[in-house]
């Protein structure tokens, strides 16, 4: 077993503290650290004059979010740049990266590297927050010298990634925010206005047109229904969270039907394409055998249907096969990405092929998020005419023609 397995960071505890700041007042509160001496350092740095300190409880795990490993990684890449070493750069972060879990684990990235694990090992340890990806380009950074490079690389991917998951979710936020409104306001329609329409209705003593009679039926069953419906969709909506989370299975299966929807389905594969394209692209440009990249490539795609792909890619180049045959075989990859592939196996240039492919995918991307942006607008008035405007004419219909008869 490595070292990378046998070492385990020391725990970290939470500490209640007592002391006077610089003008004399008294101050109180809590902090995390190793140990008492290390509590009282701390509080040093910040001119606390420690009166009283205790150890309370065991300090939970640090949290951090995807923006600040980002951020972690572009000012760690820096200061290696600027020529301060690792540990002392991590030292450096572990003061001044901000409010959230980052600066602990810079802290405990440093005291790692100071009792000789290698960096990404030490990453390794926080596999919540460095994927294996991360983890493996690190570490070819190390063996080759050019980690501030391979850390700056990560992060312009990182944020590369970040912009176009905001400009996906705005796409796809938007039309389906009015859309559940105006069902809401449809329901609200039916649940408190029509029936008021009944009542009018009732003393007409004649028949109504076959609309209203439509919409008075579906209020009496939104009526009765609606909220035996909201309770079952809550329900339905936690169990298939729960079984996401529990059930590989049921990610994958969830993972191929996201791909399959109408409109945004060709986007999500094109994206999930250019994700996968760039990371594998990137660890065969930082010298990692083909075969040997798919260890890391376990979440590059983020949908679990993609991810199941590259695993069954890696086991048929292990028997042989190649790169373009197995994508073909997976079943999951636009032919835009395979055919250019095919041609760089053969040209061996692969990797810049597979960023290139990355590049014009994520283009790719930008146009069509822009084409269900455009496709969505006349969706959702069409979709808004034929519920509110349909609930209308139906309610007024009977009035317009006693008008008429009349």
Known sequence: ????????????????????????????????ALDAATARVALKRERITVLAIERRASA??????????????????????????????????????????????AAALARDITTGLRFADSLAQHPAR?????????????????????????????????????????????PVSVLLLAFVITAALLVWVVPTFKQIFDGFGASLPAPTQFVLMLSAGAAR???????????ATLAVQAGLRRSEAARIAFGRTVLKLPLCGALLTTLCAARWSRALGTLLAAGTPLTDAFDSLAHASGNAFFDRASAGISTRLRHGERLAA???????????????????EESGALDAMLLDVASLADRQVDEKIALVSSLCEPLIIVVLGALVGGLVVAMYLPIIQLGNVV
């Open 130 to 174: 460095f994927n294996p990806l991360y983890c493996q380009l690190v570490a070819v950074g190390e063996a080759s010298g050019a980690l501030a490079a391979v850390l700056a690389r990560l992060a312009d991917d990182r944020e590369r990634a970040a912009a176009q998951r905001a400009k996906v979710r705005a796409a796809l936020t938007y």
């Open 326 to 344: 197995a994508m073909r075989a997976a079943g999951c990859f636009p032919p835009d990405v395979v055919q250019p592939v095919a041609v760089a």
């Open 1 to 32: 077993m490595s070292a990378a397995h046998n070492h385990r960071s020391p725990s970290e505890w939470r500490f209640a503290w007592r002391g006077l700041d610089a003008s004399g007042a008294t101050k109180r509160g809590t902090l995390i």
């Open 60 to 105: 939970p795990a640090p949290k951090a979010s995807h923006a600040d490993v980002t951020r972690f990684t572009r000012q760690l890449a820096s200061l290696l740049r600027a020529g301060l070493p690792l540990a002392n750069a991590l030292d450096l972060l572990a003061q001044t990266a901000g409010p959230h879990g980052m600066p602990r684990i």
């Open 225 to 235: 229904w609606s909220l035996p419906a909201a309770i079952a969709a809550t329900t």
